[in-house]
């Protein structure tokens, strides 16, 4: 059955509804996301596919996570490339609604917070950014919710990459915290083939920034090979590394908790490294910022 396309939450809910009736459905799966869909999108929701019976993808750029203007404007719009790419790996429905439909009152004056644990790494950069995705994301998965099918209560997951991992951190913890009824599935990063993560952004990257780019995925690399050898980790060098690459400025380079997202300084001097942790990246290459991490563990 072809791909279907809805732009509100009233659609959406029917058409949910219908479809778990039709597939006896007993799942259905959320993959959120703001459009300019690439493999990484794809992997997420290659993932849902297999384990849901009835998948929903948003595509929907939320302003409130755009500091400025000309950032949401520059964001890619491509929904009929996304909802080719969308129907080739499965997915039943796109939820793509318009402002008005997620923010019918204008900006909303209530918002999830993130708290403390958005005000660091990314949110220290970008102030008011989490606030903003949390909130976009809490309205989110109430509309993803599934559809009513009679005599059942399908079980609901919603699909989150690990390159994003302060933003999934924080989504796992709204979800516990406010206990919303939705499993939170972390999806591993996906790279091009010479390591770099795939972003959306990445297209803003000229051959040579791009290639400058490779310098995170390697330092993070070094930091991997380390822990797996449980040496020290360090960090110094690593962060020299990235700083030797001239197209490079980077924005923060840390050893972290995974679920404080509080940094590790044991972890990453003279001591053997022992447990798990995040190694966080951002960096800016040329007009672009990029983000990355590696989870690590001995």
């Given at each position: 059955?072809?791909?279907?396309?809805?732009?509100?939450?009233?659609?959406?809910?029917?058409?949910?509804?219908?479809?778990?009736?039709?597939?006896?459905?007993?799942?259905?799966?959320?993959?959120?996301?703001?459009?300019?869909?690439?493999?990484?999108?794809?992997?997420?929701?290659?993932?849902?596919?297999?384990?849901?019976?009835?998948?929903?993808?948003?595509?929907?750029?939320?302003?409130?996570?755009?500091?400025?203007?000309?950032?949401?404007?520059?964001?890619?719009?491509?929904?009929?490339?996304?909802?080719?790419?969308?129907?080739?790996?499965?997915?039943?429905?796109?939820?793509?609604?318009?402002?008005?439909?997620?923010?019918?009152?204008?900006?909303?004056?209530?918002r999830i917070t993130a708290?403390?644990?958005?005000?660091?790494?990314?949110?220290?950069?970008?102030?008011?950014?989490?606030?903003?995705?949390?909130?976009?994301?809490?309205?989110?998965?109430?509309?993803?919710?599934?559809?009513?099918?009679?005599?059942?209560?399908?079980?609901?997951?919603?699909?989150?990459?690990?390159?994003?991992?302060?933003?999934l951190t924080l989504v796992?913890?709204?979800?516990t915290d406010l206990n919303?009824?939705?499993?939170?599935?972390?999806?591993?990063?996906?790279?091009?083939?010479?390591?770099?993560?795939?972003?959306?952004?990445?297209?803003?990257?000229?051959?040579?920034?791009?290639?400058?780019?490779?310098?995170?995925?390697?330092?993070?690399?070094?930091?991997?090979?380390?822990?797996?050898?449980?040496?020290?980790?360090?960090?110094?060098?690593?962060?020299?590394?990235?700083?030797?690459?001239?197209?490079?400025?980077?924005?923060?380079?840390?050893?972290?908790?995974?679920?404080?997202?509080?940094?590790?300084?044991?972890?990453?001097?003279?001591?053997?490294?022992?447990?798990?942790?995040?190694?966080?990246?951002?960096?800016?290459?040329?007009?672009?910022?990029?983000?990355?991490?590696?989870?690590?563990?001995?």
């Amino acid at each position: 059955m072809a791909i279907q396309l809805v732009t509100t939450a009233a659609e959406l809910r029917a058409a949910s509804s219908r479809l778990l009736a039709r597939k006896h459905g007993t799942s259905q799966g959320l993959v959120p996301t703001m459009g300019a869909l690439h493999e990484g999108h794809a992997q997420l929701a290659r993932t849902a596919v297999e384990q849901n019976d009835v998948v929903v993808a948003s595509i929907f750029v939320n302003p409130l996570q755009f500091g400025e203007a000309a950032d949401l404007d520059r964001y890619p719009r491509t929904l009929e490339a996304d909802m080719a790419l969308l129907e080739a790996e499965g997915v039943d429905l796109v939820f793509a609604p318009g402002v008005d439909e997620v923010y019918p009152d204008g900006e909303p004056l209530v918002r999830i917070t993130a708290g403390t644990l958005g005000q660091k790494w990314e949110g220290e950069s970008r102030p008011g950014h989490f606030d903003g995705a949390l909130t976009v994301v809490a309205k989110l998965l109430h509309y993803g919710m599934p559809g009513s099918a009679p005599g059942t209560l399908p079980a609901y997951r919603a699909y989150f990459g690990q390159k994003d991992a302060q933003q999934l951190t924080l989504v796992q913890r709204m979800v516990t915290d406010l206990n919303f009824p939705v499993e939170i599935v972390p999806v591993p990063t996906v790279r091009s083939a010479d390591g770099l993560a795939l972003s959306s952004r990445n297209r803003f990257l000229s051959a040579a920034e791009a290639e400058a780019a490779l310098v995170l995925s390697r330092a993070l690399r070094l930091i991997e090979a380390r822990a797996n050898a449980h040496e020290p980790l360090g960090l110094a060098s690593a962060q020299a590394l990235v700083a030797s690459q001239p197209l490079v400025e980077l924005d923060y380079f840390d050893v972290v908790d995974p679920r404080t997202l509080e940094p590790l300084a044991e972890n990453c001097q003279d001591t053997p490294f022992r447990g798990e942790a995040l190694a966080i990246i951002a960096a800016r290459v040329g007009p672009v910022r990029l983000i990355d991490n590696i989870p690590l563990s001995s």
